[in-house]
């Protein structure tokens, strides 16, 4: 299998007053497609840096990056944002659903902004609602969903536009042991 992931070299600098704050160092990795790989460190260590350039949200100082056999290591917010819409899903531990939004209308959202039509839009939402188990659960808004509900949700969200790549920032710790044990499950029937 090819690489859908393939960095070199990759480091990520922060200026913090006169001195330059060297977080991530000549970085190299391969995530092959169908690969579950998980980022382990202490806190500090670069992790959630390398998160945000894996995930198109920030770029490296030095190196490249490509995805699916594109170097995105330099491209232009615009089109970092389109990678963004169109190759990844994201998973946050905080969810961050839409409040006032339904079940539905949270998990369509990012085909609004890949241009998808609203039957169109509806349709997959459907679908993928369906396939994380909340058929029965898509009118309702976040404050009516229990945690996990609100998780499956998110995942729905970052599968929605059918991304070759899903980058997951903790996505049980705000749950219980049982209902992590269901969305870890989730992630397994997905993958």
């Not at 369509?108 to 396939?131: F, H, I, N, Q």
Request: charged content about 25%.
């Amino acid at each position: 299998m090819g690489s859908v992931i393939k960095i070199r070299n990759i480091r990520r600098d922060f200026p913090l007053g006169q001195e330059l704050v060297k977080v991530l160092k000549g970085i190299d990795l391969d995530i092959d497609k169908g690969e579950y790989v998980a980022l382990m460190g202490p806190s500090g260590s670069g992790k959630s840096t390398l998160m945000n350039i894996l995930g198109c949200l920030d770029t490296p100082t030095d190196g490249t990056y490509e995805l699916n056999g594109i170097d995105v290591s330099s491209m232009t917010d615009d089109e970092l944002a389109d990678i963004r819409n169109k190759e990844i899903g994201f998973v946050f531990q905080t969810f961050n659903l839409l409040p006032r939004t339904t079940a539905l209308d949270n998990v369509a959202l990012p085909m609004v902004y890949a241009g998808a039509s609203k039957a169109d839009r509806e349709a997959r939402a459907k679908e993928v609602l369906t396939d994380v188990g909340l058929a029965d659960r898509m009118d309702h808004k976040p404050n009516q969903l229990s945690g996990g509900q609100r998780q499956r949700v998110a995942v729905g969200r970052a599968l929605v536009n059918k991304p070759s790549i899903i980058l997951a920032d903790e996505p049980t710790g705000n749950l219980d042991s049982k209902t992590s044990v269901e969305i870890m499950q989730l992630f397994d029937e997905i993958h």
